[in-house]
C-alpha cells in the first residue's frame, strides 16, 4: 500500500483536462477541509464500544487467514513466484468453500499480462563536469531501474538539468520545463509537489499532496519532454517514507504493464537519489542545494543546467509473464447485473535484501489483512438470513507494490460493466492495534459513499475523519483509485486515528512504529500478540456498506467537484 501508484494512464493531451479536476476542488482528494466534519461535532461521547453481532466476522477469522496468507510459506507473495501461487490459489479454495461462483468467465482467476524487468545496475554511477569525477554508490546513493524492455540501457554523458519538481500544470500557471530543452538529458527533480514545503498554501493544494506529486507522474512528464533519464531526491518527511523504503521497492526485479511499444515510450532511466547525494552534486555543480530548493519552491521558477553529466548502465533480464487477480461472486437475488465490488491486493513484496536476517517481506497488515477482510466479508454475507439484491464482487488483485497493476487491468478490462458497477469498497492495511473510535475516509469529499461509511460508523459509536496525513497523497496509492479514474464511486476507509481505549498519541504511535519499523520490511510479520477487534471491526463496518448498497436500486454518485463525475455520469448516460 501507499508507496505504489498506477501505472501511466495520462495521455498529454487528457493530463491537464483530468489533473485540472484533481487539484484545484476543496472537495477533492483528501483536503475537504470547508466541509468535514470535526471531531467535537461528529465524535461520541463516550469510549464504550458495540457488541459485535454475530455475523462471522472476528479477531479470530482475521488472525486465521493473516496467518496463512503472510506465513514463510507464501514467501512474501511476489507476482510470477511459488508465493502467487499459493496466495491465488488459497483464495480460489476459500472462496470455492463459501459457496461463491468464479467470476472470470468460469474460472476463479482473470489473467493479467505483465512483463518482469530485473534490472541491475553498476554499482558505481559516475558524474563529471565542472573539472570533478564524483562517484555516487547503487543503494547507498542511488536506485536505478528501467521500463524499457531492452537487454542493456546505457546512459553515457547524459547532461543533467534541474527542473524543480518536474511539473507541467497550466491550471497553476506553473511550468518547471519552461525554456527548457530537456532531450537527449536527465532530469533531476525534489520530491512532492510544489505546494508541499508550506511556504504558501495557496500553491497547488497546499499540504496536500496533489497527483503531480507522484513518482509516476514525474517519470511520464519527463518523456513527455524528451528527456532520456529522470532522478527523483528522495527527502523522507515530503516523501512520508524513508530511504530504506525506495531500496525495498526498487531494488531487484520490477514488474510493469505489457505494452504494444515494450516501453520506448518511457524515459530510458527512472530512479532516485538520496538528499545526501543530491547535496553533493549541487556542490560539484558549483550550487547551493538549499539554493535551488528554495527557487523551486517559488512561482516563476525556471530550470537550469547543472553543468554535470551522468554514466551509468544497467542489465536486464526481461521475462513476460501472465499474473492473477482472483475473482469470486454472490449472485444477487433481482438485480444480479449490477454489481458491487470488494477489492483488496494479495501480493507483497517476495523475498529481498535480508533485515536482521530475515529475507522474506511477508506483508502481513499489507497486505494480508485487506484479503483476510475480504474473505471475512464473504462469510458474513453467505451467513446472512437477507441476501443481497446486487451482485457482490471479491476481487483480490495482482501488482498493487508494482503500481496498481491488477486493480487498473481489471478497470481497464472490467469483467463486469463499469456502468453497471455500483461502487468498489477497498481494503488495504487493517490495523492491527485494538478498536478504533474514528472511521478515516482517504479522499473524504468525493462520493456519496461518505454518507454511506457515515451510517454505519454510528452503528459502531464511531465517527468519520478525512485523513489526517493528506500530504502523503495516500488517495493515489491504493486499489481504490483504478476504479475511481473509470468512474466508479470507491471507498477506501479504516480506524487509523484514536484508539478506543488508548487514544490518539498511542493511534499515532502505532502507525508511525509500523511505517517506520515494518512498512516493506521483513517485520511486517503475523504476531499472536496482535489486537484485530479493530480490523474485524473495519470489515464489518464495510460489510455494512455493502448490504446497504445491495438493498438499494439508486446508485450513489460522485460529488459537485469531484474530478472523476463527469466520467460516470457519461458511463451510466451510455449503458
Known amino acids: 500500500m501507499r508507496l505504489s501508484l498506477?501505472?501511466?494512464?495520462?495521455?498529454?493531451?487528457?493530463?491537464?483536462?483530468?489533473?485540472?479536476?484533481?487539484?484545484?476542488?476543496?472537495?477533492?482528494?483528501?483536503?475537504?477541509?470547508?466541509?468535514?466534519?470535526?471531531?467535537?461535532?461528529?465524535?461520541?461521547?463516550?469510549?464504550?464500544?458495540?457488541?459485535a453481532p454475530n455475523d462471522g466476522i472476528t479477531p479470530a477469522l482475521m488472525a486465521q487467514h493473516i496467518k496463512v496468507l503472510?506465513?514463510?510459506?507464501?514467501?512474501?507473495?511476489?507476482?510470477?513466484?511459488?508465493?502467487?501461487?499459493?496466495?491465488?490459489?488459497?483464495?480460489?479454495s476459500e472462496f470455492k468453500k463459501l459457496g461463491l461462483q468464479p467470476g472470470a468467465n468460469g474460472s476463479y482467476f482473470q489473467a493479467?499480462?505483465?512483463?518482469?524487468?530485473?534490472?541491475?545496475?553498476?554499482?558505481?554511477?559516475?558524474?563529471?563536469?565542472?573539472?570533478?569525477?564524483?562517484?555516487?554508490?547503487?543503494?547507498?546513493?542511488?536506485?536505478?531501474?528501467?521500463?524499457?524492455?531492452?537487454?542493456?540501457?546505457?546512459?553515457?554523458?547524459?547532461?543533467?538539468?534541474?527542473?524543480?519538481?518536474?511539473?507541467?500544470?497550466?491550471?497553476?500557471?506553473?511550468?518547471?520545463?519552461?525554456?527548457?530543452?530537456?532531450?537527449?538529458?536527465?532530469?533531476?527533480?525534489?520530491?512532492?509537489?510544489?505546494?508541499?514545503?508550506?511556504?504558501?498554501t495557496t500553491m497547488f493544494k497546499g499540504k496536500a499532496m496533489t497527483y503531480y506529486g507522484r513518482w509516476m507522474y514525474k517519470y511520464e512528464e519527463a518523456a513527455r519532454h524528451g528527456a532520456t533519464g529522470l532522478l527523483i531526491i528522495h527527502d523522507t518527511k515530503p516523501a512520508s517514507y524513508p530511504w530504506t523504503v525506495v531500496q525495498s521497492s526498487n531494488g531487484g526485479a520490477k514488474l510493469h504493464p505489457q505494452t504494444p511499444d515494450h516501453g520506448a515510450s518511457k524515459v530510458a532511466l527512472e530512479g532516485w537519489m538520496t538528499l545526501d547525494a543530491a547535496k553533493r552534486l549541487f556542490t560539484a555543480s558549483g550550487q547551493s542545494y538549499d539554493e535551488a530548493y528554495a527557487?523551486?519552491?517559488?512561482?516563476?521558477?525556471?530550470?537550469?543546467?547543472?553543468?554535470?553529466?551522468?554514466?551509468?548502465?544497467?542489465?536486464?533480464?526481461?521475462?513476460?509473464?501472465?499474473?492473477?487477480?482472483?475473482?469470486?461472486?454472490?449472485?444477487?437475488?433481482?438485480?444480479?447485473?449490477?454489481?458491487?465490488?470488494?477489492?483488496?491486493?494479495?501480493?507483497?513484496?517476495?523475498?529481498?535484501?535480508?533485515?536482521?536476517?530475515?529475507?522474506?517481506?511477508?506483508?502481513?497488515?499489507?497486505?494480508?489483512?485487506?484479503?483476510?477482510?475480504?474473505?471475512?466479508?464473504a462469510t458474513a454475507l453467505k451467513q446472512a438470513k437477507e441476501k443481497p439484491q446486487r451482485s457482490i464482487v471479491f476481487l483480490a488483485v495482482t501488482g498493487e507494490e508494482q503500481g496498481l497493476l491488477g486493480s487498473d487491468y481489471y478497470a481497464q478490462h472490467p469483467l463486469f460493466p463499469?456502468?453497471?458497477?455500483?461502487?468498489?469498497?477497498?481494503?488495504?492495511?487493517?490495523?492491527?492495534f485494538g478498536p478504533m473510535r474514528d472511521l478515516t475516509i482517504i479522499g473524504y469529499g468525493q462520493s456519496e459513499l461518505d454518507d454511506y461509511a457515515r451510517a454505519a460508523a454510528k452503528e459502531q459509536n464511531r465517527y468519520v475523519i478525512p485523513f489526517q496525513h493528506p500530504e502523503t497523497g495516500s488517495f493515489y496509492r491504493s486499489d481504490h483509485f483504478s476504479f475511481a479514474k473509470v468512474g466508479i464511486p470507491a471507498l477506501y476507509a479504516s480506524g487509523q486515528f484514536e484508539s478506543r481505549l488508548h487514544g490518539k498519541a498511542f493511534a499515532e504511535k502505532q502507525r508511525k512504529d509500523f511505517e517506520e519499523k515494518a512498512y516493506h520490511q521483513p517485520a511486517d510479520q503475523f504476531d499472536s500478540k496482535w489486537d484485530l477487534r479493530g480490523a474485524a471491526e473495519d470489515a464489518r463496518l464495510l460489510f455494512r456498506v455493502g448490504q446497504k448498497l445491495a438493498g438499494e436500486t439508486a446508485f450513489p454518485k460522485w460529488k459537485e467537484g469531484s474530478e472523476f463525475k463527469a466520467t460516470r455520469e457519461k458511463s451510466r448516460a451510455g449503458k
Request: glycine residues 10%.
Open 418 to 432: 463499469v456502468a453497471s458497477t455500483v461502487a468498489d469498497i477497498n481494503m488495504d492495511e487493517l490495523l492491527a
Open 295 to 377: 527557487a523551486a519552491n517559488r512561482p516563476g521558477f525556471r530550470g537550469r543546467m547543472m553543468n554535470l553529466s551522468l554514466s551509468t548502465t544497467i542489465h536486464n533480464k526481461i521475462t513476460r509473464k501472465t499474473s492473477k487477480n482472483v475473482v469470486a461472486v454472490l449472485p444477487g437475488t433481482t438485480r444480479p447485473k449490477e454489481y458491487i465490488i470488494y477489492s483488496a491486493h494479495w501480493d507483497h513484496l517476495g523475498i529481498g535484501k535480508p533485515i536482521a536476517g530475515d529475507s522474506i517481506y511477508n506483508g502481513a497488515l499489507d497486505n494480508a489483512s485487506g484479503c483476510a477482510g475480504l474473505l471475512a466479508i
Open 112 to 200: 493479467v499480462p505483465l512483463v518482469e524487468i530485473a534490472g541491475k545496475p553498476d554499482s558505481i554511477a559516475t558524474v563529471t563536469g565542472n573539472g570533478k569525477t564524483l562517484q555516487l554508490k547503487y543503494r547507498q546513493d542511488f536506485m536505478f531501474l528501467t521500463e524499457q524492455e531492452k537487454p542493456v540501457i546505457s546512459i553515457k554523458n547524459s547532461p543533467l538539468v534541474f527542473a524543480g519538481y518536474g511539473v507541467t500544470a497550466p491550471e497553476y500557471n506553473w511550468d518547471d520545463y519552461a525554456g527548457l530543452d530537456v532531450k537527449g538529458k536527465t532530469v533531476v527533480v525534489l520530491i512532492n509537489d510544489p505546494g508541499n514545503a508550506g511556504n504558501d
Open 6 to 51: 498506477l501505472s501511466g494512464w495520462l495521455v498529454p493531451a487528457a493530463a491537464g483536462l483530468l489533473l485540472a479536476g484533481c487539484q484545484g476542488k476543496t472537495s477533492s482528494s483528501e483536503t475537504a477541509t470547508t466541509t468535514a466534519p470535526t471531531e467535537t461535532e461528529a465524535a461520541p461521547t463516550d469510549t464504550a464500544s458495540v457488541p
Open 70 to 92: 503472510a506465513s514463510d510459506e507464501f514467501q512474501g507473495r511476489r507476482p510470477f513466484t511459488v508465493g502467487e501461487e499459493k496466495a491465488t490459489a488459497y483464495l480460489a
